[in-house]
């Protein structure tokens, strides 16, 4: 039963976090050009501000939605695929 219920939190972690517009259209962007970095979707994005863009990406990345690695002083951002499977399989379409 645990495992399900710590299942279901991460769920509604995910759903909550893609629950903004904003936050989805950075999974989407990152579901179809993996491993870019904050400035790299900052650009895309182009109306959002680099601290809302920051928390934004933390929101994704505490969901497990988004992994993120650090390469120098740069950090890199992909849709963690497993999660996607099993929770947003739309992001992958």
Excluded: W
Excluded at 15 to 43: D, V
Excluded at 60 to 87: C, M, P
């Amino acid at each position: 039963m645990a495992e399900n219920e710590e299942e279901m939190g991460q769920a509604v972690k995910v759903y909550k976090a893609l629950g903004e517009p904003t936050r989805l259209k950075i999974a989407l962007l990152l579901a179809k050009e993996s491993n870019q970095c904050f400035t790299a979707i900052g650009e895309r994005l182009e109306t959002v501000a680099g601290s809302t863009l920051s928390h934004h990406l933390k929101q994704l990345t505490d969901s497990g939605l988004i992994n993120s690695r650090k390469n120098g002083s740069y950090i890199h951002y992909s849709v963690n695929q497993e999660v996607a499977e099993k929770f947003a399989p739309y992001l992958l379409a």
